[in-house]
Structures are given as structure tokens and as C-alpha cells.
């Protein structure tokens, strides 16, 4: 069963950092592209960062451009979503997700083009 478990969410100032992880459990994320998305309440879901499976292409939302950053462990099997300055209107529900690709380079950065989803993890930023 293909599942993508977030992790590493919490509560945090504003100025602060977090660093959120997205391990795979029962796969390989060698062939997968994954993605950050996240939901605030009474907003919809929307992207935050992506990553090919290869690890040499990265897409971020203007929001979180110069923050954020987004990288891959292959020996862990994990992809990580570094959050630097971290803002109040970045507080939501973070949800990583993949799609099992041929193209190393490709990334995603639209929910529809996505096949597996995890659970999210919840970061609150707040003084």
C-alpha cells in the first residue's frame, strides 16, 4: 500500500523555522515526484513546493519563494520541506504527496496531477 506519512509540524513563532518530512512507507520514492500543499482554514488546498525525482528540478509558490526550501534524502526515503521566516499566513495543515513518474525531471504543482496523498501535519505560527 502506497503511503506518504508528514511529519514535523508544530507550533512555532513567527521569524521561526520548522522543517516538515515526508517519509514513504512500503515503497521507493526513486520514482516519484512529490509535493507540499497545504490548507488553512476556509481556504482551499493549495501548492507550496515540489520536487522531481531526481531531485535536480524544485517549484515553489511565489508565497513561499526565498523561505522555503525543498530536498530529498534517498538513503532515508524522504523528502523534506525546510521552512525558514516563517509567517501567521503560513499556518495550515501541511499534505505531502507523490506521482510515480518516468521523467526525472518533473515536478507537479497542481492537486489533480497527484495520485497518492498522506495524512497532513499541522503548523501553527503565532506570537
Known amino acids: 500500500q502506497v503511503q506518504f506519512v508528514a511529519s514535523g509540524g508544530g507550533s512555532v513563532q513567527p521569524g521561526g523555522s520548522l522543517r516538515l518530512s515526508c517519509a514513504a512507507s512500503?515503497?521507493?520514492?526513486?520514482?516519484?515526484?512529490v509535493g507540499w500543499f497545504r490548507q488553512a482554514p476556509g481556504k482551499a488546498r493549495e501548492f507550496v513546493a515540489a520536487?522531481?525525482?531526481?531531485?535536480?528540478?524544485?517549484s515553489f509558490a511565489d508565497s513561499v519563494k526565498g523561505r522555503f526550501t525543498i530536498s530529498r534524502d534517498v538513503t532515508k526515503n524522504t523528502v523534506y520541506l525546510q521552512m525558514d521566516s516563517l509567517r501567521p499566513e503560513d499556518t495550515a495543515v501541511y499534505y505531502c504527496?507523490?506521482?510515480?513518474?518516468?521523467?526525472?525531471?518533473?515536478?507537479?504543482?497542481?492537486?489533480?496531477?497527484?495520485?497518492?496523498w498522506g495524512q497532513g501535519t499541522q503548523v501553527n505560527v503565532s506570537s
Open positions: 520536487i522531481s525525482w531526481s531531485g535536480t528540478s524544485t
Open positions: 504527496t507523490g506521482k510515480l513518474t518516468p521523467y526525472s525531471g518533473a515536478f507537479y504543482s497542481t492537486a489533480d496531477e497527484y495520485d497518492f
Open positions: 512500503g515503497f521507493s520514492l526513486d520514482d516519484y515526484a
